[in-house]
């Protein structure tokens, strides 16, 4: 399984940026995916996960209605499109694929991490 995170870069405060994540070597229809990010010094913290068809979204506090997740299951793709982007926003993005699962709840266990890509907002 590969999950390769692409997207990230550098943004003034204010601005957007989409994350995307090409998975391969799994079922990605039947995958829930999820994006994680891990600023420097702290723990990897949930962002948003989507369920395997994409009809349903799931947003920490911090991003929701900022953050947007989605999924193209013909491209095995999924992506986070980040608007009204805050310096707190700064961190590695990681994407993460849990097969075999339907939809996202709190505890879910991820089985396959991408590399991060890196997302620093500047004031």
């Known amino acids: 399984v590969q999950l390769q995170a692409s997207g990230g870069g550098s943004v003034q405060a204010g601005g957007s940026l989409r994350l995307s994540c090409a998975a391969s070597g799994l079922t990605f229809s039947s995958s829930v995916m999820g994006w994680f990010r891990q600023a420097a010094g702290k723990d990897r913290e949930f962002v948003a996960a989507i369920s395997f068809s994409g009809s349903s979204t799931y947003y920490s506090d911090s991003v929701k209605a900022r953050f947007t997740i989605s999924r193209d299951n013909a491209k095995n793709t999924v992506y986070l499109q980040m608007n009204s982007l805050k310096p707190e926003d700064t961190a590695a993005y990681y994407c993460?694929?849990?097969?075999?699962?339907?939809?996202?709840?709190?505890?879910?266990?991820?089985?396959?991490w991408g590399q991060g890509t890196q997302v620093t907002v500047s004031s």
């Open positions: 993460a694929a849990a097969p075999g699962r339907s939809y996202y709840y709190t505890g879910l266990l991820f089985d396959y």
